[in-house]
């Protein structure tokens, strides 16, 4: 499943790339569906800012169909991010708790200046799914799309979610 949003937020790139990277724990109060975001790894690399962000998401937010199947202590994701200043993006991938050996979610965010004073935020990314061996083969189509649609409904509304955050983080904070 191909994940792409794009977003405008506006301020200027340099602020919006920099909030982004460095605010990512406070946007959290901004993103209804997200109880926090925790930084779990901070390390420079090079060039690079490999960055390891736990998110928790609100339990409201998490269907009841699937709630008997994430335990309670794997309804978050970790965010490994590597966050290239020269290119203005970063590449990460995501890692579900609750599944991490049958979910693959990698891709970039990248941020274009429109012009001086406006920001696009472009995120691309893909999300895989193998559910081989959980469920019976002849389910296995169905159970796939069911489950790409869940994660999918997880994490492509939190890319414009978090787009939403940003822009209101950077009206308060300046």
Not at 18 to 43: F, G, W
Not at 154 to 165: D, G, S, W
């Amino acid at each position: 499943m191909q994940l792409s949003v794009k977003s405008t937020i506006p301020f200027p790139v340099q602020k919006v790339y920099e909030a982004m990277r460095d605010h990512m724990p406070k946007l959290a109060d901004y993103i209804p569906n997200i109880d926090s975001i925790v930084v779990k790894t901070k390390e420079h690399r090079e060039d690079t800012l490999y960055l390891v962000n736990q998110w928790n998401p609100s339990m409201h937010d998490i269907p009841s169909v699937a709630q008997p199947f994430i335990p309670e202590d794997k309804q978050y994701w970790l965010d490994y991010a590597y966050w290239k200043d020269a290119e203005r993006a970063c590449d990460w991938r995501l890692e579900m708790a609750f599944m991490p050996d049958r979910i693959k979610c990698t891709g970039r965010t990248a941020f274009l200046p429109l012009n001086e004073q406006t920001t696009e935020m472009r995120i691309q990314g893909e999300l895989i799914l193998n559910l081989k061996g959980r469920v019976p083969r002849l389910f296995l189509n169905k159970a796939t799309k069911g489950v790409e649609k869940f994660v999918g409904k997880l994490v492509e509304p939190n890319f414009k979610k978090t787009a939403q955050a940003l822009t209101n983080f950077l009206r308060e904070n300046g």
